[in-house]
């Protein structure tokens, strides 16, 4: 398996023909899967905003307040009001809003980002993460598209790339009734390709200044295996959630 960087990119517009960029750039095999960062999927999609967009209300306000508390320095409470618009749940509100958004991911301030934009205040998620990667295999004809972002882990130092939409192949794949080495049958071994792609994929894009947002999975293998698009866990199982929604942050 191989990964490359899809090359000379520009800095992508609302409105850019995302798929056209890219397939200009790259000739497409059969079974390659194309990894996109989210930042280039949301600035062709629109969603830029400005902190003016979000006037805060009483909870941001609230919000914004503790987290300065604790920081030692102020916090906008737009920038909360923003996480408050694009989240369905706030899981932990201090020392850092924990949330859900609204297509099911779980992470810090709705994933909503400050960094590499040029003519706005803020980068949200795209809306359907799915929905995108779906639109752009069209696009550019390929078998598989990962929509990526990085975040961080619990227990874990540090941010990793993480598929938050794929379109064409599973999310992952299913283990559990062959056998290992040693012939005993594996009874829970799920892998979730989806992220371990979009982690590959991460550290040939790089972080910062890279600006090299799309990378080409060439040479993986799904094999003979159940697929499935089950990712983000359901919140009867996650039992991780379950107690943070009774934590409460006493630092």
């Known amino acids: 398996m191989e990964l ?10 609302p409105g850019d023909d995302l ?6 750039r790259v000739d497409l095999r ?3 899967v194309v990894c996109v960062a ?3 999927v949301s600035k062709a999609e629109g969603r830029q905003a400005d902190l003016d967009d979000f006037p805060a209300g009483p909870r941001a306000t609230e919000l914004a307040a503790r987290l300065g508390e604790i920081a030692g320095e102020e916090k906008d409470p737009r920038f909360a009001q923003a996480v408050l618009e694009e989240s369905t749940e706030i899981i932990m509100e201090a020392p850092f809003l924990l949330t859900e958004s609204r297509f099911g991911h779980v992470g810090v301030n709705a994933g909503i980002d400050r960094s590499n934009v ?8 795209p809306t359907r993460p799915t929905r995108s990667a779906e639109r752009i295999r069209s696009e550019i004809e390929a078998d598989n598209v990962v929509v990526t972002d990085t975040c961080g882990r619990p227990f874990r130092h540090g941010q990793r790339g993480v598929a938050i939409g794929w379109a064409g192949i599973s999310a ?3 283990w559990r009734g062959e056998t290992d080495r040693d012939g005993r049958e594996l009874g829970v071994t ?21 600006g090299t947002p799309v990378v080409v999975v060439r040479g993986f293998e799904f094999g003979d295996h159940a697929g499935s698009d089950n990712h983000f866990r359901d919140v009867e199982s996650d039992f991780v959630r379950q107690a943070l929604r009774e934590w409460e942050y006493e630092g």
């Open 4 to 13: 490359f960087a899809v090359p000379d990119l520009p800095e992508v517009q």
């Open 19 to 24: 798929g056209a960029l890219i397939r200009e």
């Open 30 to 32: 059969d079974d390659d």
């Open 38 to 40: 989210s930042t280039v």
């Open 118 to 125: 040029p003519d706005a205040d803020l980068l949200l998620l």
């Open 172 to 174: 992952s794949r299913d």
């Open 190 to 210: 799920v892998q979730n390709v989806v992220d371990e792609l979009a982690a590959a994929a991460n550290l040939v894009a790089g972080e910062g200044a890279g």
